[in-house]
T-cell receptor
Framework: NAGVTQTPKFRVLKTGQSMTLLCAQDMNHEYMYWYRQDPGMGLRLIHYSVGEGTTAKGEVPDGYNVSRLKKQNFLLGLESAAPSQTSVYFC?????????FGPGTRLTVT | AQSVSQHNHHVILSEAASLELGCNYSYGGTVNLFWYVQYPGQHLQLLLKYFSGDPLVKGIKGFEAEFIKSKFSFNLRKPSVQWSDTAEYFCALGAGNMLTFGGGTRLMVKP
């Protein structure tokens, strides 16, 4: 099993550009999450999904959109990137509370 | 709303020293508590978890944590740290299918 994978691993965007981050899991988990990690702030939840076709806002949803068209995939989109979105993004999946994390995507917005 | 506080932001220890990292939470319901570790350049990995039962839980790599309900605490301990324990440690509270993380504690172990 690959667990949780994220694509891409690194990306540099210019302000105003758009991009989509892909998260995939092969553990048949119902719940999936997108976090951002910034120094000294721990992980903050952006959006999450409790099942295929469902999404919900987390703590810091502004500027991001998500979709969960298939159970195994959870996409995070940035429609118009801003420098404040420079961060490391982690995806996680969970059968209930215990979450399994992907390797992260380091995004820089210039 | 729930919250998690980790008061030690940076800890520096010598090898073989004992470790205790503080974690306090605020939540009015039944708690599920976790400690995750993030080694440099890697993703978060679960160290240990508490759902119910024995308040002293043991995890991987010799770590343990004690849930003290009266103090709203879930402190992480290790009797003797190694250089390889250098990492960032996150306490997390599970409620409503979501995890709330503390701000993290960076541990540096000097050889």
């Amino acid at each position: 099993n690959a667990g949780v994978t994220q694509t891409p691993k690194f990306r540099v965007l210019k302000t105003g550009q758009s991009m989509t981050l892909l998260c995939a899991q092969d553990m048949n988990h119902e719940y999936m999450y997108w976090y951002r990690q910034d120094p000294g702030m721990g992980l903050r939840l952006i959006h999450y999904s409790v099942g295929e076709g469902t999404t919900a806002k987390g703590e810091v949803p502004d500027g991001y959109n998500v979709s969960r068209l298939k159970k195994q995939n959870f996409l995070l989109g940035l429609e118009s990137a801003a420098p404040s979105q420079t961060s490391v993004y982690f995806c996680a999946s969970s059968p209930h509370y215990e979450q399994y994390f992907g390797p992260g995507t380091r995004l820089t917005v210039t | 709303a729930q919250s998690v506080s980790q008061h030690n932001h940076h800890v520096i220890l010598s090898e073989a020293a004992s470790l205790e990292l503080g974690c306090n939470y605020s939540y009015g319901g039944t708690v599920n508590l976790f400690w995750y570790v993030q080694y440099p350049g890697q993703h978060l990995q679960l160290l240990l978890k508490y759902f119910s039962g024995d308040p002293l839980v043991k995890g991987i790599k010799g770590f343990e944590a004690e849930f003290i309900k009266s103090k709203f605490s879930f402190n992480l301990r290790k009797p003797s740290v190694q250089w390889s324990d250098t990492a960032e440690y996150f306490c997390a509270l599970g409620a409503g299918n979501m995890l709330t993380f503390g701000g993290g504690t960076r541990l540096m172990v000097k050889p």
